[in-house]
């Protein structure tokens, strides 16, 4: 189960999850980060309380990503628990980040 919290201040959305990411509710996240795009400029992502993701999930975290890149929207992860964060590493979502996003100022 997944729950979400989603804040616009600006042109930032700070959306905040709590539970987890699989295969029955990957669609609905992705979903939800790519609403507000015609809005918005930065998305950030409070992983604080998210407990798993598996490869669906990261897939599409990894779509919307590229999605917030190719529309010029700065992606943003933020308090990565250790064990996403070790996910998020061996799979290669900080690289991803890094190559979209390098040439950014």
């Known amino acids: 189960m997944l729950n ?3 804040q616009i201040s600006g042109v930032t959305k700070l959306v905040s999850l709590e539970g987890r990411i699989d295969m029955s509710n990957a669609e ?7 609403s507000d795009m015609d809005r918005i400029q930065n998305i950030e992502l ?5 407990t798993f993701i598996d490869s669906t999930g990261v897939g599409h975290l990894v779509s919307v990503i590229k999605k917030c890149k190719q529309n010029n929207i700065l992606f943003k992860l933020s308090n990565v628990t250790e064990g996403i964060e070790q996910i998020l590493e061996i799979i290669g979502v900080y690289d991803i980040l890094k190559l979209l996003y390098s040439s950014e100022a």
């Open 4 to 6: 979400s919290k989603v």
């Open 28 to 34: 609905e996240f992705e979903k939800l980060l790519l």
């Open 46 to 50: 409070d992983l604080s309380n998210l």
